[in-house]
């Protein structure tokens, strides 16, 4: 097992997770359906579950925890007001969710093709994220 490409994928699903998380939490404020906030809810806690996983796997590793970029922070942060503010509703944000979601996935299948000697836990992990980024996109897709 290689041990770089082991910090490399947790690191991408730490960014990942992290990513996950404020994206809905900056979208739910303006979200007006209980089912879509429902749905949120459940995705932020299990992208939160996961990251709990990802933060003991990365420590047990001795490996320092990665953040998402500043500039993808706050491009991120940026696309979701401007969209919100021109169009506050459950479409939009439904929109804005499944776009980060096939951008993660994009993004964690990548890495996993790069990293085919990462240990199987980091395996697991990334597809796990993958799996919760598609059911996701799947789930607010009604609302777009």
């Given at each position: 097992?290689?041990?770089?490409?082991?910090?490399?994928?947790?690191?991408?699903?730490?960014?990942?997770?992290?990513?996950?998380?404020?994206?809905?939490?900056?979208?739910?404020?303006?979200?007006?359906?209980?089912?879509?906030?429902?749905?949120?809810?459940?995705?932020?806690?299990?992208?939160?579950?996961?990251?709990?996983?990802?933060?003991?796997?990365?420590?047990?590793?001795?490996?320092?925890r990665?953040?998402?970029?500043?500039?993808?922070?706050?491009?991120?942060?940026l696309?979701?007001?401007?969209?919100?503010?021109?169009?506050?509703?459950?479409?939009?944000?439904a929109?804005l969710?499944?776009?980060?979601?096939?951008?993660?996935?994009?993004?964690?299948?990548?890495?996993?093709?790069?990293?085919?000697?990462?240990?199987?836990?980091?395996?697991?992990?990334?597809?796990?994220?993958?799996?919760?980024?598609?059911?996701?996109?799947?789930?607010?897709?009604?609302?777009?």
């Open positions: 097992m290689n041990t770089n490409q082991t910090a490399d994928l947790l690191a991408q699903c730490n960014s990942g997770i992290q990513m996950g998380v404020t994206a809905i939490e900056d979208t739910l404020s303006s979200v007006k359906s209980g089912d879509l906030r429902r749905i949120l809810l459940r995705s932020k806690q299990a992208h939160q579950e996961l990251g709990s996983r990802t933060h003991a796997l990365l420590n047990t590793l001795g490996l320092p990665h953040e998402p970029s500043p500039a993808a922070r706050a491009m991120s942060r696309k979701t007001g401007f969209h919100l503010l021109a169009d506050p509703s459950d479409g939009t944000v929109e969710i499944t776009d980060g979601c096939g951008m993660g996935i994009k993004s964690l299948r990548r890495y996993l093709n790069h990293c085919p000697g990462a240990k199987p836990e980091s395996v697991d992990i990334a597809r796990r994220l993958i799996d919760l980024e598609q059911t996701l996109a799947r789930d607010v897709s009604p609302y777009l």
